[in-house]
């Protein structure tokens, strides 16, 4: 079973190894959160990829999860490894929807 976390309206799934052919982004910044605020990181390396739900990757190193709406005082540390960054939504009578943090 895969090891996942969910940071707001973003899922880190754990997966084996990092697709090919993706170029790291010099950035630490996951998402712009719904309110504003940013989902950003500490430590690790971000490959951006828009593939459906899928939004990136990150590998994970020594890494903390930043949000000032999560977490004590909006730290998480999260499991070293290769996350795929999925854009969470949930089911409604009318359909899917994104997740709104």
């Not at 997966?15 to 950035?27: A, D, H, N, R």
Request: proline residues 4%.
């Amino acid at each position: 079973m895969n090891k996942a976390y969910r940071h707001g309206e973003i899922l880190l799934l754990k997966i084996k190894s990092l697709p090919k052919g993706l170029k790291e982004k010099k950035s630490n910044v996951l998402m712009s959160g719904s309110h504003g605020n940013s989902h950003s990181f500490t430590n690790g390396k971000l490959y951006l990829k828009e593939d459906g739900q899928t939004f990136g990757y990150l590998v994970a190193k020594g890494t903390t999860l930043l949000h000032p709406e999560h977490g004590e005082d909006g730290k998480a540390k999260i499991a070293d490894g290769v996350y795929q960054l999925i854009k969470q939504v949930e089911y409604t009578p009318e359909g899917f929807k994104p997740v709104v943090d």
